[in-house]
């Protein structure tokens, strides 16, 4: 089920109280499968937990699995609402990052081990795969409507949008990969930073002249992804102009 903003006041705390349902039943969801196990954590357990219905439960979501991955989309949305809602003098790039951070909640500390080797297990089962996937769909498509929407782009035509969405999105997974491999933990939003600021050190062509620290422009990141001509043998596309010193 998909919460949208409704109109006026009424409809905003109509939604919220929504939103707030959805939250708890995921934030059980979780819990319950990191203490118990994936399949030990029955829809029951679920909405007893959260003290909801087991019909309120069917409002929100098709499954255990949905309800779990659920906080991640739900992220990834407030990150494009979040992306949107920048200042609009703010280059994109930048605004891109700081959206991105905004948004992982506790992410500053290391995790406790057990919690963390736990959360693993439940995420990285087959049954959840599916649904964990589409939390990363969802990132990608939500951050490329938002891009095109602050470039003035076509996101259906213009390449450009779905492209930088994916870059990111990437960068977001393997700093993930790394939090969750890390023996010790480690805290999430550093590894997230790092992986974005590579992102653009690699895009700009900086990593081979040891040039860091500075975010591409809209127009260097624009050279960077122009739309690929299609030859005969294959997709062809110019390489990127790199600046000169």
């Known amino acids: 089920m998909v ?3 409704g109109p006026g006041a009424r409809g905003g705390l109509r939604e919220r109280k929504k939103l707030a349902v959805r939250r708890a039943l995921s934030s059980a969801a979780i819990r319950l499968a990191v203490e118990r196990g994936l399949e030990n954590v029955t829809i029951e357990d679920i909405t007893a937990e959260a003290d909801v219905s087991v019909r309120t439960f069917g409002n929100y979501f098709s499954s ?5 991955c659920a906080l991640g989309t739900d992220r990834a949305r407030r ?10 003098r703010e280059p994109l790039w930048e605004a891109l990052v700081n ?3 905004a948004h992982y909640e506790g992410a500053d500390q290391a995790p406790d081990r057990e919690w963390l080797a736990s959360l693993k297990l439940v995420l990285t089962a087959p049954a959840i ?5 589409k939390v990363n769909s969802a990132m990608q498509e939500v951050l490329a409507e938002a891009i095109a929407a602050r470039t003035g782009m076509d996101v259906e035509q213009d390449m450009y949008p779905q492209v930088l969405a994916g870059a990111v999105t990437a960068a977001a997974q393997v700093a993930v990969g790394r939090w969750a491999a890390a023996d010790p933990p480690v805290p999430l939003r550093p590894l997230l930073r790092s992986a974005l600021d590579q992102l653009a050190t690699a895009c700009s062509g900086e990593a081979d002249s040891g040039e860091a620290g500075r975010y591409m422009t809209e127009e260097e990141f624009k050279v960077l ?6 030859g005969p043998n294959g997709p062809l596309c110019e390489p990127p102009v790199r600046r000169t010193p």
């Open 225 to 230: 992804v122009r739309p690929a001509i299609l």
């Open 79 to 88: 990150i494009g609402a979040e992306l949107l809602a920048r200042p609009a």
């Open 3 to 5: 919460i949208g903003r």
């Open 129 to 133: 795969r599916g649904e964990y996937l």
């Open 99 to 101: 959206a991105m951070l």
């Open 64 to 68: 255990k699995y949905e309800a779990i």
